[in-house]
């Protein structure tokens, strides 16, 4: 079946340091989208990607979305305590519509 | 503009019986999906509502069955709990866009907090 697998599952950073993950598709995707869940949360959209080889920037975040379309990483920069959580990708296959959720990264923060 | 709520926030239940959880999308929204998120995995799709029927079912048994009411709303119902069943239980509201693609952004609940003991 379908899958989307991401890597890492766990980051532990140092404030300050950089931090990606990275989110990967068996098939080609239609769009992909982001989401942040803090701990004891629910899932919190971040940005929707759609264009091959899109980038988008929120502030200290970078997303891509790869050529192929089955593909596509989070980026963050200097982190922050913050920026403490859970990060998933999911991607959209054809004109479906429901969500493929990856695994989810989850960012520790050290002050 | 009220979000997408869900209710109850937490419930306990014992192997065996049922359980109705309930979602209000966001304004605006006519979509409704529902995931189920066990402790430390990523969401996973169960089905989806539009227009009072359910377009797309995930890899979940016939003990789980939805509805969705004319104001959108919907509800999710898991019959002959198992303890598997415990779980984070996601409601998430779209808007379908014209032409048949729904590129629209799920937006989604608090979810309802099952445990099956």
């Known amino acids: 079946g379908q899958q989307v697998m991401q890597i890492p599952q766990y980051q532990h950073v140092q404030e300050g340091e950089d931090f990606t993950t990275y989110c990967n598709s068996s098939?080609?995707?239609?769009?992909i989208q982001w989401y942040k869940q803090r701990p004891g949360g629910h899932p919190v959209f971040l940005i929707q990607?759609?264009?091959?080889?899109e980038v988008k920037k929120q502030k200290r975040l970078t997303f891509q979305f790869g050529e192929a379309k089955k593909n596509s990483s989070l980026h963050i920069t200097a982190t922050q305590t913050t920026d403490v959580g859970t990060y998933f990708c999911?991607?959209?296959?054809?004109?479906?519509?429901?969500?493929?959720f990856g695994k989810g990264t989850k960012l520790s923060v050290k002050p | 503009d009220a979000g997408v709520t869900q209710s109850p926030t937490h419930l306990i239940k014992t192997r065996g019986q049922q359980v109705t959880l309930r979602c209000s999308p966001k304004s605006g929204h006519d979509t409704v999906s529902w995931y189920q998120q066990a402790l430390g995995q990523g969401p996973q799709f169960i089905f989806q509502y539009y227009e009072e029927e359910e377009r797309q079912r995930g890899n979940f048994p016939d003990r789980f069955s939805g509805h969705q009411f004319p104001n959108y709303s919907s509800e999710l119902n898991v019959n002959a709990l198992l303890l598997g069943d415990s779980a984070l239980y996601l409601c998430?509201?779209?808007?379908?866009?014209?032409?048949?693609?729904?590129?629209?952004?799920?937006?989604f609940g608090p979810g309802t907090r099952l445990l099956v003991l």
């Open positions: 999911a991607g959209v296959r054809g004109s479906q519509g429901n969500l493929i």
């Open positions: 990607l759609v264009k091959s080889g």
């Open positions: 998430a509201s779209s808007r379908k866009l014209a032409g048949g693609l729904n590129h629209e952004t799920q937006y």
């Open positions: 098939t080609t995707l239609s769009n």
